[in-house]
């Protein structure tokens, strides 16, 4: 068998959103101060493109900012003042940590436990990476 035919027999074996290219696009964080308390407003809808859980989230989110948080009608409320960048670089970290494949950088991932330890599955390319918590 040719190069080209196994590679063309492994192009038509693999899902076919691995095979698009189009680029992720991370979610940008919209908040306001309100007093000494930071409201995340798209917070629900961060969550809903990345596909993950809220309390997760909101348990990273807590403990990078050292801060104690609630959600509200799909709002992010943290207690304190906190910029637009430093919440966003938080979301970032959190994506970059619990969302993004470490092998193919695609976001197509999800959450699975094994033997009692969580890891990351890739549903484009089928890398499975333990998460740190």
Not at 41 to 63: C, M, P, V
Not at 112 to 126: D, H, P, R, S, W
Request: charged share 30%.
């Amino acid at each position: 068998m040719r190069y080209e035919e196994m590679l063309e027999r492994a192009y038509k074996s693999m899902p076919e959103k691995t095979l698009k290219r189009e680029r992720f696009e991370m979610p940008k964080a919209q908040s306001f101060i309100q007093g000494n308390r930071t409201i995340v407003t798209n917070f629900s809808k961060i969550l809903d493109t990345i596909n993950r859980d809220e309390k997760h989230a909101l348990k990273y989110i807590t403990k990078q900012l050292a801060t104690a948080a609630s959600i509200d009608s799909g709002r992010l409320v943290l207690k304190g003042v906190f910029t637009p960048e430093q919440i966003q670089n938080i979301i970032a970290d959190y994506i970059k940590t619990f969302v993004l494949c470490p092998e193919c950088g695609r976001p197509d991932t999800k959450v699975i436990e094994q033997k009692g330890i969580k890891m990351l599955k890739c549903t484009a390319c089928g890398a499975i990476a333990p998460l740190r918590e």
